[in-house]
C-alpha cells in the first residue's frame, strides 16, 4: 500500500477517535473478554493523543499486568510489571514503569491503535513496535492480541503488509469481533 494511501486512512481514523464513543461500555466491554485469561500477564498501555482508555478494565484484570517500554527504533518492545505505581517518560511520548521494574512476557496484549478493520488489520502511527512485539512473542508462543479501539475507528479495509501482524480480536464501545485467521 502506497504511503500515501496509509496516511489518508490513519487520518481518517484518528479523526473519528477524536469523536471518541461510549467509555463506560467500552471498558465494560473489555473487563469481559479479559475475565477469559485469569491468571495470565497481561500487557495494557497508557493511553495518549485520545487513545481509548483501557486502564479502568486493566485493573480489574486477576493476573499481572504490564505496560510497553520503547527500547528503540525498530525494536520490538519491553513489557515492565505495572503495579499502579509511578511512571517515567519513554521514547515517542510514552509513559512506562522504570528500568527497576521486572520485564514480563505477556500472553493478553491490549493493543491501542489508529484504525481497524474487521479482518484483523490495524493502522498504529507507523513506527511497527507492536507488529515486532507480536511477530517476537508468536515467535515465543501462544499470545491473543486484542484491539482496543472506538466503533467510529473501524475502517472498510486495511491492506496488510508482509510485517503486519494480525489482532486475534477488536473490542469496541459496541461490540466484541472475534477475527479467524
Not at 515465543?140 to 494480525?166: H, R, S
Request: charged share 20%; hydrophobic share 40%.
Amino acid at each position: 500500500m502506497s504511503a500515501d494511501r496509509k496516511t489518508a486512512l490513519r487520518q481518517q481514523a484518528l479523526a473519528a477517535r477524536g469523536k471518541g464513543g461510549d467509555a463506560d461500555a467500552l471498558t465494560r466491554n473489555l473487563g469481559a473478554v479479559l475475565a477469559d485469561y485469569p491468571g495470565q500477564v497481561l500487557a495494557g498501555y497508557w493511553p495518549m493523543r485520545g487513545e481509548a482508555d483501557p486502564r479502568p478494565a486493566m485493573r480489574g484484570h486477576d493476573g499481572p499486568l504490564c505496560l510497553p517500554v520503547v527500547i528503540g527504533k525498530a525494536r520490538p518492545l519491553v513489557f515492565r510489571r505495572w503495579s499502579g505505581g509511578d511512571l517515567v517518560a519513554g521514547g515517542y511520548g510514552t509513559l512506562h514503569p522504570d528500568d527497576s521494574s521486572e520485564v514480563l512476557i505477556p500472553s493478553v496484549l491490549i493493543v491501542p491503535l489508529a484504525g481497524f478493520d474487521r479482518a484483523g488489520n490495524r493502522l498504529g502511527y507507523g513506527g511497527g513496535f507492536y507488529d515486532r512485539s507480536l511477530q517476537m512473542l508468536r515467535d515465543q508462543g501462544f499470545v491473543t492480541a486484542i484491539g482496543f479501539a472506538f466503533a467510529a475507528q473501524e475502517l472498510p479495509g486495511i491492506p496488510a503488509e508482509p510485517f503486519d501482524e494480525p489482532l486475534d480480536l477488536v473490542v469496541t464501545e459496541n461490540e466484541l469481533i472475534r477475527i479467524n485467521h
